[in-house]
């Protein structure tokens, strides 16, 4: 998956198990894993979070995407950033 990519999927609001699979670079199980973490951490915190999807934030925040960085390489390979 490249850095678009990437950033077409964090653009969204919710994120579902198909998306997280592929944003952590995990098979099923692990991502179920993660989606669990995530929501029973959302829910201890007193949040209602649907059965199906959590957060995108909540995603980017436990895998720790830095998006700025992302956001570069993506300027930086279509040649918008110039090197002084």
């Not at 990437?6 to 198990?17: A, E, G, M, R």
């Not at 997280?20 to 099923?28: D, K, P, Q, S, T």
């Not at 934030?57 to 279509?78: H, P, T």
């Amino acid at each position: 998956m490249n850095v678009d990519e990437t950033l077409k999927i964090i653009s969204q609001q919710w994120c579902n198990l198909n998306d997280l699979m592929r944003l952590a670079n995990v098979g099923r199980n692990s991502a179920l894993s993660i989606k669990g973490k995530i929501k029973d951490d959302l829910e201890n915190k007193g949040y209602y979070v649907p059965k199906n999807a959590v957060p995108m934030q909540e995603v980017i925040r436990y895998l720790n995407i830095d998006i700025d960085y992302l956001e570069s390489r993506s300027k930086s390979m279509r040649g918008d950033v110039k090197v002084a």
